[in-house]
């Protein structure tokens, strides 16, 4: 399937209730782009927007996939994989703000996760999910893409 934004976003939701029980706060916003760091295939992160009269601030839970990525059919697994993994960060990042990126907090949360749903491919040690993941191919892919120019 091609990855689009209308598939993340119903994922999501679906992925907030089911693996952390509704509790990343905040909404989605989901962008296709050239990222910062050439190996990556998603980031997130996490801004506030407050109203006109500013009398309400919003959270947006920003997750931007390696644009890349558009040129593949990808499986489902695959873009949950991504998704998810991006997600933890989420949600790590409502509870403790000194955690290293892909630390112990975060390794722990992967195992839960994939205990409920043995499909995801979740990746927390580098060298680990590049050789042993299934998506080496895509991650090999976007760098030369964005090596070229």
């Known amino acids: 399937m091609k990855i689009n934004r209308r598939y993340i976003v119903k994922k999501y939701h679906e992925f907030n209730k089911e693996y952390f029980s509704n509790q990343i706060s905040g909404e989605i916003c989901v962008d296709f782009q050239e990222l910062w760091t050439k190996d990556r295939?998603?980031?997130?992160?996490?801004?506030?927007?407050?109203?006109?009269?500013?009398?309400?601030?919003?959270?947006?839970?920003?997750?931007?996939?390696?644009?890349?990525?558009?040129?593949?059919?990808l499986s489902s697994d695959v873009i949950d994989t991504i998704l998810v993994h991006e997600m933890i960060h989420l949600y790590l990042m409502d509870y403790t703000r000194k955690i290293k990126n892909h630390g112990t907090v975060f390794q722990r949360e992967c195992r839960r996760i994939k205990k409920l749903n043995p499909n995801l491919d979740l990746c927390y040690n580098r060298s680990r999910s590049i050789r042993k993941s299934k998506i080496p191919k895509y991650w090999e892919f976007c760098k030369e893409e964005v090596n070229e120019k």
Do not use: P, Q, W
């Open 41 to 73: 295939l998603a980031e997130c992160g996490r801004s506030k927007m407050a109203s006109i009269f500013r009398t309400t601030v919003y959270i947006m839970n920003n997750i931007y996939f390696n644009k890349h990525l558009l040129k593949f059919d």
